[in-house]
């Protein structure tokens, strides 16, 4: 009878955890056809479920097809790797506090964005019809920042692999180690930026806003194919950070090789990162706030946390792009400061709460 009980209670258990994976995703579903309608081209839905299927207006099938379409993918991609990438980072660095940001590739990002455009001119300035500061080269900029955040990501792993920083890949070390090196590219940046002209800084501020009107499908294939290999092995390493979860030790005496699984996950978050940081600009606090905020609904059985982070990332990005694109009519507000304006206060709730002691 008891044993009937267990089962009894875990499938209950199981079955609610599946009814919020399955909220989650009725969720990304309405604001993706919510994100598709946002704008200020003054379609009704019924025009853009025409433009959707291919018929009706020809512009409105452009705009659908050709600006929004790219820009909601994004979003949905984005977010969801963004999102997984800051919750496994917390589980192997056991850091609630840790996210794609942590090992310094954002600022590694920014200071070969910076490098592209007032170094090798990649920054222009346009006064043809009104003064305007934009980016000449774009894929100059984009795989400047790529190749910076990634050469920070294999430098921080090195130097916490050597046998001086301690056995194996502490956690610690590897924060500190990201802290000090995304340190040294902001302050590189700010070096660059002393010698640069107004406008080149100009473009190179305006680059770091997380902005997903750069989008394009080919954009949008690159990170797919990133977001989806990663989590593949993300998933088939659920129970490796189950163990981890549970302690260092523990996971060892369970046979997981800590080290190794360690550093592959931080190396494909930080590739995550990169090639979204590099196509989109910075958007913070995706994959921080997403997979604490599912901690609380779904704890920390990673069989349904992975899936479920990836859910409400992409969530949380679709909400901001449809915000940023409807709080001023004719102006579309980078999503990077969406996302760290509520960021922000939904993150500082989310500690009040758990200090409270109480459960989301």
Request: charged share 10%.
């Amino acid at each position: 009878m008891k044993e009937a009980s267990l089962l009894t209670q875990y499938r209950e258990h199981r079955r609610r955890k599946l009814a919020v994976l399955l909220g989650l995703l009725l969720l990304d579903v309405a604001l993706t056809v919510l994100c598709l309608h946002a704008g200020y081209a003054g379609m009704s839905p019924w025009e853009v479920l025409k433009a959707f299927l291919g018929v009706g207006d020809q512009t409105n099938r452009t705009i659908l097809w050709n600006i929004r379409m790219p820009r909601v993918l994004a979003a949905i991609i984005a977010g969801a790797g963004l999102a997984v990438a800051g919750c496994v980072m917390q589980t192997v660095l056991k850091n609630p506090m840790a996210s794609p940001s942590t090992l310094g590739v954002s600022q590694a990002a920014v200071f070969g964005a910076n490098f592209a455009i007032i170094l090798l001119g990649a920054g222009a300035f346009h006064s043809t019809h009104g003064e305007a500061v934009s980016i000449s080269n774009p894929y100059l900029v984009t795989g400047c920042a790529f190749l910076c955040a990634l050469g920070s990501t294999v430098l921080i792993l090195l130097l916490s692999g050597r046998p001086s920083a301690g056995p194996g890949f502490s956690p610690e070390t590897v924060v500190l180690a990201g802290v000090a090196v995304g340190s040294i590219f902001s302050a590189g940046t700010t070096v660059i930026q002393c010698f640069a002209l107004d406008t080149q800084v100009a473009a190179a501020v305006f680059w770091t806003f997380g902005d997903l009107g750069r989008a394009t499908y080919e954009k949008d294939l690159i990170m797919l194919l990133t977001v989806v290999l990663s989590l593949v092995f993300f998933l088939a390493n659920r129970w490796n950070y189950n163990a981890l979860a549970s302690g260092e030790a523990c996971a060892r005496s369970l046979g997981v090789r800590t080290g190794p699984v360690r550093f592959v996950t931080l190396l494909l978050s930080s590739l995550i990162c990169a090639v979204c940081v590099s196509f989109l600009g910075i958007i913070g606090f995706v994959g921080l706030v997403a997979p604490q905020a599912v901690r609380r609904f779904l704890g920390s059985d990673h069989r349904f946390l992975l899936p479920g982070s990836a859910l409400a990332g992409a969530a949380l990005l679709l909400f901001a792009d449809t915000l940023s694109r409807s709080l001023m009519a004719g102006i579309s507000l980078p999503v990077g400061a969406i996302t760290s304006l509520f960021g922000g206060p939904v993150f500082l709730w989310m500690l009040l709460r758990k200090k409270k002691g109480v459960r989301i």
